[in-house]
C-alpha cells in the first residue's frame, strides 16, 4: 500500500486507505442484510465498525508480515515451525481480538456473530478489498488475516 509523503502534524491517509473503508462498509452492511448474526443498529455504527475493521486488519497484516519474515530468515527447522505456529495463532487469535473490540466499544450496537461468522466476513472484507483494488490497479496484494 502506498502512502502519501508524510506531512507533519498529519496523520499519512492514502487514497486506498479510504476506497477500503468505503469497500469494508458495503460489506459489512450487506453481511447485517443478510446474516442474522451480524448486526448493526446505524448506518454510522457500520462506518466506524469499518474503520475499526480497518486499522485491526491492517496491524494483522502487519504482524503477519513480519512474522512471515522470521520464519524465512529462521536458520534451524525448529525456529520455522515456532514461527508457522506464531502465525497460526495470530491468523485464529486475531478474529477473536475483532470480536472482543467490537463488543468493547459498541456495547451491543454492532455484533459480527461468532468465530465463524467474524472469519467469513474478515474474508470476504479482504477478497472484496482485493477486486476494487486490483480493479482500479492498485497494489492489490492481498494479504490473510
Do not use: C, H
Amino acid at each position: 500500500m502506498s502512502s502519501p509523503t508524510p506531512t507533519p502534524g498529519r496523520f499519512p491517509i492514502s487514497p486506498a486507505d479510504v476506497v477500503d473503508v468505503f469497500v469494508y462498509v458495503i460489506v459489512l452492511n450487506l453481511a447485517v442484510e443478510y446474516f442474522p448474526a451480524v448486526i448493526s443498529e446505524t448506518f454510522t455504527m457500520s462506518l466506524i465498525t469499518a474503520i475499526l475493521l480497518k486499522l485491526v486488519l491492517e496491524l494483522v497484516v502487519w504482524v503477519k508480515d513480519r512474522v512471515k519474515r522470521r520464519i524465512k530468515q529462521a536458520p534451524r527447522l525448529i525456529g520455522k515451525v515456532a514461527g508457522v505456529a506464531v502465525l497460526w495463532a495470530l491468523l485464529i487469535g486475531s478474529k477473536f481480538v475483532v470480536l472482543e473490540l467490537v463488543a468493547i466499544v459498541f456495547a451491543g450496537q454492532v455484533k459480527l456473530g461468532g468465530f465463524f461468522a467474524v472469519t467469513a466476513l474478515i474474508v470476504g472484507l479482504l477478497l472484496a478489498r482485493a477486486g476494487v483494488r486490483r480493479l482500479l490497479g492498485v497494489d492489490a496484494g492481498m494479504a490473510s488475516a
